[in-house]
Every structure is written in structure tokens, then in C-alpha cells.
């Protein structure tokens, strides 16, 4: 980025966007192309011609050469296979360009190879992949040169969807339906269209590339299975908004110009809670946008941080017993003419439709809570939540004190005629304006909570496609717009119908409201009581996705087939076994090529020490010591290596996906933690010169 271009002149830079079709392409085209990407359709074969044309002449004009279908299949990140501009040569041998409306609209890669949950055998390889309009097209910088980008969605031939972005814009096709009857029972004859908008905070570490590649454990996993803590941590809560260190500095830089380049409106910068972590923030977008946008991000930043010799980490605890890293998901409502339903007003006790809305998202997440945490899991995430800084594995929604209390007034009287109002901060000091406040304090422990005009699902991970846990809640409040929509439509007394009805949500799924501390031992206790799921993992979160409720919701709205849900199950069940078994079969080298051998020579060195003071008339009792600790150690980190051993080769006889993947849960798991305990001891015992890789130490602070 050159220091003279402004910030405006480079943003969207490398993005084919309406302004651009607006000046290559005729008007009745680009008539017809807005046309489909807010109303849906077919575009024309010939307009898709005349649009192919113009996405290559502008990308061979910023020096593309090839184009791909960039997709996002249920590997949780994205696909491209790469073809040039190049047709048959001509009479004469001269190259011949070609991308024609076909090549746009539709490609072929192979289906069998992407994780399909029994839906594609080997054999049956046909797979489609179809342009998504209302995403634009992009330009990537890249080592392989620079390609153009069309985002498409992926299909088997039988026409499942075997990718994240089918079933999320399908949910936002139901949810716009729904969402418009609603706003039409209030009267909004204007609003064609109602969105969800969505914004991820991505969370991530950075790690020097040469301590990186030292780490088989970063390289396999994405985080480390040994590690013996820092001396310092992040208990001094120095890190957090601290100054931005200047290799830090640097790569968010350059991180920043490619994003504003690649149209994604990267906002916010800083250093997050635990040492090495950070956080960047988009402006909010359009679902569908901003979940591209955010598998942009995570791409773009492992390629900046390669060319500053940096690495990377996005897994959701790649280091112990410090934050770990999550994406919180805030979403929210909008109508094409810009009112946000989620938007309370000055007097949100009065603000019926809000209310209805609100009671609606109220009856939608405590129905299906369970569907809820499913969306947000994974097995990096298994290792978070409940932890540093991330919400609990209980589903709850926070709406602050202002919210709670208008709740409290419906629930108890079926009248709320009050708020409670923000108020004065006074600062005490003569120089300083005073500050008005909201009217509600943030509650950090939430999973779902309500901040202003919108809500925030904490609970999803830093490594996630942002698609998963949208598509749930668009899908889920559509219903309980459906529902509403259903009642009030047919209402004799509308008035008093929705007050009936915004009381008989709120009343019938308030056990869902928390304001209180979400990490407290005792809100386990009270979420019990009130029949909250409390679902701890990834694996056991799986049976949600295929309930008679969970088939009934996706199946009503066209999101997912009951056939689809299941195939997601079983990859599920398969995707967990295999990092287990990943992550098991790296500790094991690791131990047994780089760990033991280093001890048992450090373990040598003092034995010779010890024997050569004896030769002398000395004794070395603190020598002695330290021997005897390390060889203790050495022999239960042994036991411990040849108990992981075996285990693993027994997971690997289970034929059944679901079995397996409870084997290393419930067995193989904890084995890992038993051979990780002597191996983090020794670390601490061990001189710092033969420990064979890179400590937490030199990971965490050496930037």
C-alpha cells in the first residue's frame, strides 16, 4: 500500500462490484443483473455472456489469468480449482482468450473427495458448483498470480447441498418471508426485503514462523499438546487494548490493505486478552456477504502473516491455561429500507413491534437451544467454552437490565408502562464532558446476548465458518415469525392478540433469560432446575441435528433435508475421531522422537555429573534429586506413551463412526492428558537448552 493512496481509493479495489458492472455492462443487462440479485431468478444465458465477458476483460486488465469457483464446503474453508483464460489458439497460433456465460454460471469439480457424510461414494465423483450473484467477484493476489474469484455454492448430482453456503442462503430466503409478514402486520407496506446482517470479531494468536515450524504440534493440529505454562500469563491483564507491538503493528497493516482491496470492511484492530492474541473486527454486512467476507479473513491473514515471517494460529485454544479464541457472530434484523428491527427506541415498553420481535427470538432459542450450541461446536471449541473469557456450554440469553426489567412488567402485570433509563456518568473532573449512559451494562459470560440493537452469539470459534451458526438462527426465528405471523394475521382484535401473544412468549420461555454470571458454578445448578441442555461436547451435541423438532424446523423452511442432516451427523462423528486421532498420533512422535530422547540425555549429563563428584569425594545431593525427579518422570511419561498407544490402535478397529468418535472422547482423550502431565513436569526440569522445541516463553512474548 502506498503511503499517498487514502483508505477510499483502495477499498473494494479488486472487487467486481455494482459500480463496476454499472460502467461495462449495457444498461438492459445491468438492469437485468440487479434484477436477480435482489428479486432471485435466472439470468439469461446471453446476459450471462455479456457479464462473463466484462468480469474478464476487467480481471485480465488487473493481470489475471486464470478464473476459479471459490466454494465452501463442509470442510468448514474454502475450494478453488484454478483454469486459465485460454481457448483453442487460433489459425495463426495466437492465444485465444475465453469465459463464456457457462463457465460462470456452473463448474464441475469433483464431489467424492469433500467430506459428504455417505452422500457421494468414490465412485459417483459428479459435483456442481452454481455462481452466487449476490456475492461479487474478486480478484486474489496470490503466489500462483492473481485469479478471479466467483463465489458459487456446491451440489452433489442428486442435488444436496454438500457445502455452508446453500443452506445459509436458503435460511435467509425463509427468514426474509417470515420477517415480512411480521412487519407487514405493523402496517410496513413498503419493505420488500428483511436481512440478517451479521459481523464476526475474529480472534486469533500470531507466533514467529521459525518457532512455528519447530512445533510438530502447531503444524499438525493447529495447537500445542505439550506446553508447561509461562511464568507470567495473562493475570497482570496488561495485554489486553495494550500498545501494538511493531512486527504486530506491521502485519495488521498490510492485513488491512489487502482486506479493504478484497471489499471487506476491516474496522477494528487491537490486542486481545491473552499475550500473543489479537482481534480484528469488520463493519457489519448482509449474512450471506460477511460470512465470505470472514473466510476472506481468515485466508488473507494466514497470507500476510507468511510474508512477515509470522504464523497464523486461528484453532480455539491453541495454547493452555490462557484465552482461548472464539468469533463472536452479532446479529441482526434489518428491511431494505433501513429500519432495524432490533432496535428498541427511546421508549422500547411502547415499541409493540420491537416487543414482538424480541418475545419471538426469546421463544426461538429457549425451543431450540440444543440446535443453538450445536451450530457453535467443533472440536477446538470443546477445549474454550467455558473457560478464559468465553460463555459456558449452556445456552442463555442476556438482555440487560433495561430489557429485563420491561420483561419482568409483561411477564408479572401484562403491562409494562416503564424503563429505566440510562442516566448521568459523572466524571469529577471540570475538564472532562460528563458521559450518558446506556441503560444496560455488557455481561461478558453470555452466550447470546442483546447489546443495543442487536445480539451477540459468543459461543462460536475462531476456526469457524460464520455460516453454520447464522443459518441456525435465521432458521429458527423464522419459525417463531411463522408461528406468530400465523396467529396475528387472522386476529379479529390485532391489538390485543399481539399483546396476548408477546406475554404468552415471554411468560412460556423465560427460563431462558440469565442476567447473572454465566461462569459461576451455581448458574450449572440453577440452569438445571429450569430444564436448560447443558451439552459439553462437540460429539454430544450431534443427536440435536436430527430430533423430530430439528427435521420438522429445517424441512418446513427448505433449509436442509432430513438426508442432509444426517450426512452432517456422521461427518461430525467422523471429522472428531479424526483430529483425536491426529492429535494422538502427534503426541505420540513427538514423545517419543524429540521429548524422552532429550530427557534421558539430560538425565545422562547428571548421572555423569553425579558419578564424577563421587569419584572426587563429593556428593551432590541436590544432583541427586533432580536425577531421581527426571527419571520418575521419564518412566511415567513412558507409561503414559505406551498406554496412548495402545488405545489408539484400538480406536482404530471400531468400524462405527458414532462409537469411535466416543472412544476418543471418553478414552483416548484422556490418555493424551495423562502423558502431557509428566512431559509439561519435565519441561520445568529439564535444562532449557536441550528441551528440543520452542516453550510457551518463546511463543507467547518474543514478538
Known sequence: MEEKERIDALYAKNVFTVAKMKE??????????????KNGGDLSLSDADVMAKAMKDWAMENGATHYTHWFQPLTGITAEKHDAFVGMPDEEGRMVTTFTGKDLIKGEPDASSFPSGGLRSTFEARGYTAWDVTSPAFLKEA??????????????????ALDKKTPLLRSMEALNRQALRIVRLFGDTQSTRVTSSTGAEQEYF???????????????????????????????????????????????????????????????????????????????????????????????????????????LLHEKPFAGVNGSGKHNNWSLTTDTGVNLLDPG???????????????????VDTHADLLRQSASDVGNDLRLGANEAPPAIVSMFLGEQLDDVVRQLVETGIADRHIKGGVLKTGVSTLPDIRKDATDRNRTSPFAFTGNKFEFRMVGSSDSMATSTTTLNAIVAEAFSDAAD???????????????????LTE????IFEGNGYSKEWVEEAARRGLPN???????????????????????????????????????????????????????????????????FAGEQAETI???????????????LLQKTVGLIDSAQDALDQLEHLVEEAQKIGDAREQAFFYKDTVDPAMAELRKPCDVLETVVDKKEWPFPTYEDMLFEL
Open 206 to 312: 500470531l507466533v514467529d514462523a521459525k518457532e512455528y515450524l519447530q512445533r510438530t504440534d502447531l503444524i499438525f493440529t493447529g495447537r500445542t499438546l505439550f506446553g508447561a505454562p509461562a511464568p507470567k500469563g495473562q493475570e497482570m491483564e496488561d495485554h489486553y487494548f495494550g500498545v501494538i507491538r511493531e512486527r504486530v503493528g506491521e502485519f495488521m497493516k498490510d492485513l488491512n490493505a489487502e482486506l479493504w482491496k478484497l471489499g471487506v470492511p476491516a474496522k477494528t484492530q487491537h490486542n486481545e486478552v491473552a499475550p500473543g492474541q489479537h482481534e480484528l473486527a469488520p463493519v457489519f454486512e448482509e449474512s450471506n456477504l460477511a460470512t465470505d467476507h470472514n473466510q476472506l479473513i481468515m485466508e488473507t491473514m494466514k497470507r500476510v502473516a507468511e510474508h512477515h515471517g509470522l504464523r497464523v
Open 24 to 37: 461495462r455492462l449495457p444498461k438492459s443487462v445491468f438492469k437485468n443483473v440487479l434484477g436477480v440479485m
Open 535 to 601: 451439552i459439553p461436547s462437540t460429539i454430544e451435541a450431534v443427536p440435536s441435528l436430527t430430533t423430530d423438532k430439528a427435521v420438522k424446523l429445517f424441512e418446513k423452511f427448505g433449509i436442509f433435508t432430513k438426508t442432509e442432516l444426517e450426512s452432517r451427523s456422521e461427518i461430525i462423528y467422523e471429522n472428531y475421531a479424526k483430529t483425536k486421532n491426529i492429535e494422538a498420533l502427534t503426541m505420540i512422535d513427538m514423545a517419543q522422537k524429540q521429548i524422552l530422547p532429550a530427557c534421558m540425555k
Open 346 to 364: 427511546e421508549t422500547p415498553e411502547r415499541n409493540i413491534r420491537f416487543l414482538l420481535v424480541l418475545s419471538c427470538i426469546v421463544k426461538a
Open 143 to 160: 503466489g500462483t498470480g492473481v485469479t478471479l474469484c466467483i463465489p458459487t455454492a456446491f451440489y452433489s448430482y442428486k442435488g444436496e
Open 509 to 512: 420461555h423465560q427460563r431462558i
Open 487 to 505: 396467529e396475528l394475521e387472522g386476529a379479529q382484535d390485532f391489538d390485543m392478540a399481539v399483546h396476548d401473544l408477546i406475554k404468552k412468549n
Open 611 to 625: 558419578r564424577a563428584a563421587a569419584e572426587a569425594g563429593a556428593v551432590f545431593h541436590t544432583q541427586t534429586k
